[in-house]
């Protein structure tokens, strides 16, 4: 059956009526066509880029030109998913004018279908400028890694009555601004059922348990792509790292044992050509001898 384009209303009438959402991360044009393969709904080129792909310790110093050239490689490999671009630290919270502009670079420059952007109530105000200026946005809410500092490290959010209460009202906040989806990133499952069943636009959880519309995670986690630290909340499907090694130190030993390149991967000349090919070297090598016993050709070089 042909896939068809994955709508915003799609994603909503997934909500109401009680199938999952899928979301998994996207940085480049393979995974990207993967992801798309699969039959995923939305993809999300995430500023976790920066960590996954670009090796930084956090998100923070990802820059809007590497996350468009990010998700311009995603959008020539993706057709059918959403594709969401994450608005990197400082992209948008300077102020309004520098959140539309940067939230249009991902859809004018990059083809992308919304973007995403971290925080609660304080960010509102943003979110409805970009919605007005006519670009669907994803809320983010919970552990917000663009603030890991001022969270004091990445731990689970929402864990007293007082952060429960905050986080409800930024979803609440961020609906009301014309989010058309929240991530709730790292929050305990019963607070992300809750928030999940409270909001009329469906959750993404990532760490935020069984119970939200949806569920997100990054590729790189999903296929065991490093061998550093994965999350708790991340489940590998594939350990891919050590097989690529494998692949790496095979290749290595195939070069130095000189088993590689074999004959199928080596490219031939035809005889007739070779042979002709070695005419004119010889006749070149002849043409050369000739000039270099002309007497008066040294004699003009060194006395004239
Ligand atoms: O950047 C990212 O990958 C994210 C997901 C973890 C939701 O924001």
Not at 77 to 104: C, H, M, S, T
Request: net charge negative; with cysteine; charged share 25%.
């Amino acid at each position: 059956m042909e896939r068809k384009k994955v709508t915003l209303p799609e994603i909503q009438r997934k909500k109401e009526m009680g199938e999952p959402l899928t979301m998994l991360t996207a940085y480049d044009v393979n995974i990207a066509r993967a992801v798309d393969q699969a039959g995923i709904d939305m993809i999300l080129v995430g500023d976790s880029y920066g960590m996954v792909v670009l090796g930084y310790d956090t998100t923070v110093p990802v820059t809007m030109d590497q996350m468009i050239t990010a998700a311009q490689a995603v959008a020539r490999g993706a057709k059918n998913p959403l594709l969401i671009g994450d608005l990197p630290f400082l992209a948008y919270q300077v102020n309004a004018e520098e959140a539309i502009r940067n939230a249009g670079r991902f859809i004018k420059e990059a083809n992308m279908d919304a973007v995403k952007l971290e925080g609660g109530r304080e960010i509102a105000p943003t979110v409805r400028a970009i919605t007005n200026a006519g670009i669907a946005v994803m809320g983010h809410v919970g552990l917000t890694p663009q603030s890991v500092s001022k969270l004091g490290g990445w731990r689970t959010q929402g864990t007293t009555a007082d952060a429960a209460h905050k986080l409800l009202d930024d979803a609440l906040a961020l609906q009301d601004a014309g989010a058309f989806a929240i991530v709730l990133e790292k929050v305990p499952e019963r607070l992300a059922e809750f928030v999940t069943q409270r909001l009329q636009i469906p959750t993404i959880g990532i760490g935020a348990g069984a119970h939200c519309d949806g569920q997100v995670l990054v590729a790189n986690d999903v296929l065991g792509l490093f061998d550093r630290f994965v999350p708790k909340f991340a489940k590998q499907y594939a350990k891919l790292y050590p097989l690529i090694v494998e692949a790496f130190s095979a290749y290595k030993r195939e070069v130095d044992t000189r088993a590689f390149p074999a004959a199928e991967h080596s490219f031939g000349i035809k005889d007739v050509e070779w042979e002709a090919f070695m005419k004119t070297l010889e006749q070149e090598r002849e043409t050369r001898t000739t000039n270099s016993f002309d007497p008066t050709a040294d004699n003009e070089r060194i006395y004239g």
